[in-house]
């Protein structure tokens, strides 16, 4: 394995920085800026952008700086004991690596698994969905809409008044409701305000002109913040019910699921539903009524088609973070027992071109390749397919200059995340990639999620094409997901009750694994997830994973076609470059993972710690 | 890491646990619980930190709350082995928890620790975050970042020096130099960055199978050369709280104890905590009795599964696993892995995903063993270690255990 003799030099030789500003190259009055850590997500990210005079972004560039050799652990190993180990690629969309792998498995042995398995996977992979979404919206992404400090203006009785509206556009009651409720948020933050030290909301960009929403509004979103600390905890409660423990559940295997006596125990599906039940009032009387209030009040970037990658193409579609406008999604939640590429799905798989919702094109798997021409990885000078990719480092470095700052070599490599392309062109995936595909392939569930979503918002379609639109895909799609997630649930308990108690498929060892390979390719919370296994004699020979956040934060290819961040961020307008909360706000509706995307264990380095990057939580 | 020989499985499957002794006689705990009551007067002279709110306050206002509290106190004293009695000083030194600065830095991790932190059980989630814990630095959860978060982390370790306890989530690369991670402005290797912080804490805590034993990274052949922090770091008390992730109320536990009583628990050989780690997965199980009785599950989802008979055919490898799942499970209580039919995978021991993280019981593992060993098959001396085990442990097979899973269904 030419992984282990790889040797990889020091990707990090910075100089410590002196003050605390921006190095800000200056080029005929273009100003290249670094913003190094990207916090609030999982995993390390530097983006670089080119900011013109007028302060917008022109150019930008994604980079991962760190590395493991995941697929190097996997090879040789039993195949039914991989799944385990993926799962520990990342910590927080746990569960859905473990059952990828798994997946891959049963895709080489040609094992289909019982339906009472299949729902059950379904249930701990919606109980993910909404698990990570809620913790997504509110911890790591709604800092960049909601200014904590303003909120300590708010008057509380308006407060109330302000969350019966919203959640009244949302045809529900709001979760929080009392004016004493509101005002006890306040005063707690009150309290850490004159303290001096505002915790883990201290150093925001708090103030900045960019940040759209009343006091009132401000202090719904704090108030939701803290409450979802508590609510994501019962929804990972629901992980555990059949999982057995979350983060990292342990019941699935290959051929089907272990958790035979959880599921024959009506006070644990009782359970589930309870907690189901309650975590969805959230969803409907906070999540959403919030969605709507940011997506109103930030509806002018969000529907400004001139702030946009397409328009520097001809046309502008859509608006500010709107990006690629290509959509794919592999299709997930087996929705029937014929087969996992057989099975209908509850998100359709397909792909979605510029965004033409007009026309959706089948994923051929076969089209799948990744470019390294970008990416500190040997190459063998044309895309691969992941069944004969290799990960072999090639690391060159980063730019030192006088400035004391590192800079990307954008005209080589300069990531450690390669770049995936899907015939030739890039792609983008996510939740949003799920909802414009399924709207675009008429399925009824999602039109009618999708249509009553921009009905009660007052908002055109395009403006799902933006950073906003991001956010709001993610929304509906919880919503619909906490609904869906009823009827699963009792058509488990029915079918268990009907006396259908099987959980697991036969099948020999031996004789399966003698030379096979197969394919995990489903949906991740954060988009279209692969995992890909060559098997030889028992044991595996190649292993590859493109991650959703390889697809999303990948560096340009061989041809120069941007990533989807990369191209989401040019044609933003950022308020004062000292402080890119617009950036930071882009790149987090993307819900970036980049543990996941380079294969490594959380690096989070702070190398060139460039801008105040505000609140880190990196769930 | 070889597959074990025989012997070894034997030793290990009969090994001692190190539970802490519980019946030291009632002088023993009228000392301790004077020493604890001092130390919590002490305490409370001492401010919350900076900017801490009290806890206390919030705690006594709200009746509800208070009784569920109350609840939680009892339990965490039970778990930490302590007698009944000391539930209001363990309720007293968790107000005051805020007391105690926890500097909390991640190297080459999942941050499924950090996760396993906010499931948290206790009153309220938002306040063991936000109040309760002195997070003094958590790169997951503090505002500052960039330059200000290592400012945050300098001031810290500077104002508090001596004085705070550090959490190490994830390995220590040291391969290539320690380059294959590195952290901040100056390009600081995981392992310079993990020995600059380690330098002035009152003690370390190492969190997660990563940080203890070198967990996922240093699986065969571990690339980065990854290994764990007490193999790094000298010359400091060091915690150990094993498993992928550890349980949250291990981690609490830690800090409660080390508030109440100004010390570290009591540790075993791996310097796991006894009130943890003393236990064997195998010995708490409420599959026991079927394992005493000989009734296995053979295959997934047989009528074995569908009884709830033992998994050690399929893989459990809490014979050979200390931890306290088996009593205090998972998110609340709600499940663990022997209970949800897959069985115990041993990730609080040392190198688990070479040793113990497969479906088949040890010795019939077609598993990764780099170094060669043994690929015997389950019958060859599986079955007639189970047959010698199963009479040695036969004597205090856990009944209870398994009426305890039954309560514990009808709470749910
Ligand atoms: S399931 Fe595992 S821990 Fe429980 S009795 Fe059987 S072997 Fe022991
Ligand atoms: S039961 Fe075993 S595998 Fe599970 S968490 Fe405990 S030690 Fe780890």
Redesign the interface.
């Known amino acids: 394995?030419a992984?282990?003799n790889a040797?990889?030099?020091?990707?990090?030789?910075?100089?410590?920085?002196k003050e605390?500003v921006a190095p800000v190259e200056k080029k005929g009055g273009k100003k290249h800026i670094i913003v190094?850590?990207i916090?609030r997500i999982?995993g390390h990210l530097r983006i670089e952008a080119v900011i013109d005079e007028n302060n917008t972004i022109v150019d930008a560039f994604s980079s991962s700086t760190?590395?493991?050799?995941m697929e190097?652990?996997m090879k040789?190993?039993?195949p039914?004991?991989c799944g385990?180990?993926a799962m520990?690629?990342?910590?927080?969309c746990?569960g859905t690596h473990y059952q990828r792998s798994i997946e891959a498995v049963e895709d080489a042995f040609n094992v289909t698994i019982?339906k009472n398995a299949r729902i059950v996977r379904n249930l701990i992979q919606g109980a993910l969905y909404m698990h990570d979404h809620l913790v997504h919206f509110y911890h790591l992404h709604a800092l960049d809409f909601v200014d904590v400090i303003d909120a300590t203006k708010a008057d509380p009785k308006k407060t109330a008044e302000e969350a019966v509206k919203w959640a009244g556009v949302s045809g529900h009651k709001p979760y929080i409701s009392a004016e004493a409720d509101f005002k006890a948020v306040q005063d707690?933050l009150v309290?850490?305000a004159n303290?001096?030290?505002?915790?883990?909301?201290?150093?925001?960009y708090w103030g900045n002109k960019n940040y759209h929403l009343t006091p009132e509004q401000n202090l719904i979103g704090v108030a939701h913040y803290?409450?979802a600390?508590?609510i994501?905890?019962d929804l990972?409660?629901m992980?555990?019910?059949?999982?057995?423990?979350?983060?990292?559940?342990?019941?699935i295997?290959v051929?089907?699921v272990?958790?035979?006596?959880?599921i024959?125990?009506p006070?644990?599906i009782a359970?589930f539903k309870q907690l189901l039940k309650d975590g969805r009032e959230f969803i409907k009387g906070a999540y959403l009524p919030d969605v709507y209030m940011a997506g109103t009040m930030y509806a002018k970037e969000a529907t400004d088609s001139d702030a946009t990658y397409t328009a520097t193409k001809g046309k502008g579609v859509g608006g500010t973070g709107g990006g690629i406008l290509n959509y794919m999604s592999y299709g997930d939640f087996k929705l029937d027992d014929t087969g996992f590429y057989n099975a209908e799905d509850l998100f359709p798989s397909g792909i979605v071109m510029g965004g033409d919702v007009s026309k959706v094109l089948e994923v051929d798997s076969q089209k799948i390749t990744e470019d390294v021409a970008h990416a500190w990885y040997e190459g063998t000078g044309k895309p691969e397919h992941p069944y004969v990719g290799t990960t072999i480092p090639k690391y060159t470095g980063l730019d030192k200059r006088d400035d004391g700052y590192a800079y990307l070599k954008t005209e080589e490599k300069y990531s450690w995340i390669k770049a995936p392309l899907y015939n030739g062109e890039k792609m983008e995936v996510g939740p949003l990639a799920r909802m414009v595909v399924g709207y675009a392939k008429g399925d009824k569930r999602i039109t009618k999620y999708v249509a009553n979503f921009l009905k009660r918002s007052g908002l055109p379609i395009t403006v799902l094409f933006s950073t906003v639109g991001r956010t709001a895909g993610r929304a509906i799609e919880t919503e619909l997901m906490s609904d869906v997630m009823m009827d699963w649930v009792d058509e488990l308990a029915k079918n268990v009750a009907n006396g259908d108690?099987?959980?697991?498929t036969?099948f020999d060892f031996d004789e399966v694994s003698v030379d096979c390979k197969g394919a995990g390719m489903a949906e991740a919370p954060r988009g279209a997830l692969g995992h890909w296994m060559v098997i030889k004699d028992?044991?595996v020979t190649n292993y590859q994973a493109i991650v959703p956040s390889t697809w999303n934060a990948g560096p340009r290819d061989e041809k120069g076609q941007l990533g989807a961040y990369e191209a989401a961020l040019i044609g933003t307008k950022v308020a004062d470059p000292e402080q890119p909360l617009e950036i930071i706000r882009t790149i987090h509706s993307f819900d970036p993972c980049i543990?996941c995307a380079v294969h490594?264990?959380?690096?989070?380095?702070?190398?060139?710690?460039?801008?105040?990057?505000?609140?880190?939580?990196?769930? | 890491m070889a597959v074990d020989k025989q012997e070894s499985v034997k030793s290990l499957f009969t090994a001692q646990s190190a539970k802490v002794d519980t019946n030291r006689g009632d002088a023993y705990y009228e000392k301790l619980y004077a020493q604890c009551r001092a130390r919590l007067d002490e305490l409370k002279e001492l401010a919350p930190l900076?900017?801490?709110?009290d806890f206390k306050e919030s705690i006594e206002d709200e009746g509800l709350d208070r009784r569920d509290f109350l609840k939680w106190a009892s339990a965490t004293t039970a778990m930490l082995m302590l007698p009944a009695s000391f539930t209001p000083l363990v309720a007293d030194a968790a107000v005051m928890m805020n007391r105690v600065p926890v500097v909390w830095i991640?190297?080459?991790?999942?941050?499924?620790?950090?996760?396993?932190l906010?499931?948290?059980?206790g009153p309220?989630?938002?306040e063991i975050?936000?109040d309760i814990i002195s997070l003094e630095f958590n790169?997951?959860?503090?505002?500052?970042?960039?330059?200000?978060?290592?400012k945050q982390l300098e001031d810290a370790i500077e104002h508090f020096k001596g004085k705070y306890l550090l959490f190490v989530e994830?390995?220590v690369p040291m391969g290539?130099d320690g380059?294959?991670?590195?952290?901040?402005?100056?390009?600081e290797t995981f392992h310079d960055h993990l020995q600059r912080i380690a330098k002035d804490a009152a003690a370390i805590v190492a969190v997660g199978s990563?940080a203890t034993f070198g967990?996922?990274?240093a699986?065969?052949?571990n690339?980065?050369d990854a290994k764990g922090v007490m193999d790094v770091v000298k010359g400091k008390p060091i915690i150990n709280i094993p498993a992928?992730?550890a349980n949250p109320s291990n981690m609490v536990g830690v800090i409660l104890h080390y508030v109440l009583t100004g010390s570290i628990p009591e540790l075993d050989s791996l310097l796991r905590p006894k009130f943890a780690f003393g236990y064997r997965i195998h010995d708490n199980c409420e599959r026991r009795a079927h394992f005493d009785a000989g009734e296995y599950v053979e295959?997934?989802?047989?009528e074995g599964?569908?009884n709830?008979f033992c998994l050690y055919k399929v893989g459990c490898k809490g014979p050979m696993t200390f931890n306290n799942c088996s009593i205090i499970?998972?998110?609340?209580g709600?499940?663990?892995?022997v209970?949800?039919?897959?069985g115990c995978?041993g990730c609080s021991e040392p190198d688990f995903?070479d040793k113990y993280?497969?479906?088949r019981p040890m010795a019939n593992?077609?598993?990764?063993a780099p170094t060669g060993g043994v690929e015997k098959t389950v019958d060859e001396f599986g079955l007639g270690l189970l047959t010698a085990a199963g009479v040695g442990i036969a004597i205090h097979a856990a009944a209870s255990a398994v009426a305890g899973k039954k309560e514990s269904?009808?709470e749910?």
């Open positions: 394995m992984e282990n040797t990889v030099e020091n990707n990090t030789t910075v100089e410590e920085t605390e190094d850590p916090t999982e760190m590395f493991r050799g190097t652990i040789g190993r039993d039914r004991d385990l180990m520990r690629i990342c910590g927080v746990t019982p707690r309290k850490f303290e001096g030290r505002l915790g883990i909301f201290g150093n925001g803290l409450k600390l508590d994501q905890r990972a409660k992980q555990a019910i059949f999982g057995g423990k979350n983060p990292h559940p342990q019941s295997v051929g089907g272990t958790c035979v006596q959880d024959k125990n006070a644990r359970l108690d099987s959980t697991w036969e028992g044991k543990a490594v264990m959380d690096t989070k380095g702070k190398e060139l710690a460039v801008y105040k990057v505000d609140p880190t939580c990196a769930f | 900076n900017n801490r709110m991640e190297l080459s991790d999942c941050a499924g620790n950090t996760e396993a906010i499931r948290s059980d309220k989630i938002d975050i936000l790169e997951t959860l503090l505002a500052a970042s960039g330059h200000q978060a290592e994830g390995a290539m380059q294959y991670g590195t952290i901040g402005a100056s390009g990563c967990g996922i990274p699986a065969a052949p690339p980065t992928c992730p295959e997934w989802g047989d599964a569908k709830n499970r998972y998110n609340e709600v499940n663990w892995p209970g949800v039919g897959r995978i995903w993280a497969y479906e593992a077609n598993i990764k269904e009808k749910a």
